[in-house]
């Protein structure tokens, strides 16, 4: 099951952190993270978690939970 993020947003100074919940590496930049693409093997829930900090120290946080189960059922869902 393939996952694909896209990010529009360009502000300068600002840090970017995403984390698939898979214990894949964390990407991290601080330039957009444009079309970020991920791969989950195994079936499971797993939380994708996306963190941008803006240039004045505040930092935003999403949280997406990403349900790999038996072809071909899929699901995305987020908490607000």
């Known amino acids: 099951f393939k996952v694909k993020l896209t990010d529009a947003t360009a502000l300068v100074g600002t840090s970017y952190e995403l984390d698939w919940g898979d214990g894949s590496?964390?990407?991290?930049?601080?330039?957009?993270?444009?079309n970020a693409e991920h791969t989950?093997?195994?079936?499971?829930?797993?939380?994708?978690?996306?963190?941008?900090?803006?240039?004045n120290g505040c930092v935003a946080t999403r949280n997406v939970l990403v349900y790999n189960i038996s072809n071909p059922a899929i699901g995305?869902?987020?908490?607000?």
């Open 25 to 34: 590496p964390k990407l991290t930049a601080t330039a957009p993270i444009a």
């Open 40 to 55: 989950y093997n195994n079936v499971g829930v797993y939380t994708i978690k996306y963190s941008v900090t803006g240039p």
């Open 76 to 80: 995305v869902a987020t908490n607000g």
